[in-house]
């Protein structure tokens, strides 16, 4: 069993991956900035922002993951990168850190262009560089301390849920997309892959992406 925090726990990714983990009998904390009206039962909820990285540290205590399952959106905008940045150098080196990040920062094709590089849309772009920003900070780090950063299909969102069918496929760094060419994942199955990873770790300081 894994002691696993979850920054924005309550928000879509997050919930899912909260649900997810403790469905398969994890230690889970989540972690927001207010509390929700529905809670998944076995985890347990605190309010807290990565904003304050000091107190979030002393909130969360002793854990083998940290999740961030943040958007850069709304009053949140410009602040994630480095709120992660610093949340990172505070944890210590045995805890491993997962990222949630988005379609924009995966590849077309391997070794081809991002996706946020080949016909984006406009309004979602600042998000997705934010989140780019991220992976390539911990890419750039020199500790040594494990981390792996998921990029879900570009038809990920709480507009479209789906269904949990507990499969995936993993592309690697490039977007997973279907015969038709589109690309999707439900919350749940986000959820599915990254407990996986918790679990099996098979991406050490990697950034990969999951759709069917």
């Known amino acids: 069993m894994a002691r696993i ?3 924005g726990g309550t928000g879509y990714a997050g919930s899912n991956i909260v ?3 403790v469905s398969r009998g994890h230690s889970v904390v989540s972690v927001a900035r207010s509390a929700p009206a529905e809670r998944v039962e076995g985890a347990t909820y605190l309010e807290g922002t990565i ?5 979030l540290m002393t ?7 940290v999740v961030q399952a943040l958007s850069p959106r709304g009053d949140m905008v410009g602040k994630v990168r480095q709120a992660t940045a610093e949340l990172f150098a505070a944890l210590p080196d045995s805890v491993r850190l997962g990222v949630v990040g988005g379609a924009g920062g995966s590849l077309v094709a391997p070794g081809g262009a991002r996706v946020i590089d080949s016909g984006f849309p406009e309004e979602f772009q600042a998000e997705a560089f934010e989140a780019i920003g991220v992976l390539e900070d911990l890419q750039a780090d020199a500790s040594g301390k494990d981390w792996f950063f998921v990029h ?11 269904e949990r ?3 995936y496929r ?6 997973v997309t279907d015969e038709a060419g589109e690309s999707f994942i439900s919350g749940r199955d986000l959820g599915v892959a990254f407990v996986d990873e918790i679990e099996n770790p098979k991406h050490h300081r990697e950034n990969f992406a999951v759709g069917y």
């Open 5 to 7: 925090a979850v920054i």
């Open 19 to 21: 649900a997810e983990a």
């Open 51 to 55: 904003l304050d990285v000091p107190t």
């Open 59 to 65: 909130q969360i205590g002793e854990v083998d993951v």
């Open 152 to 162: 879900p299909a570009g038809g990920f969102g709480v507009w479209n849920p789906g």
């Open 165 to 167: 069918t507990g499969s």
């Open 170 to 175: 993993d592309g690697g760094p490039v977007l």
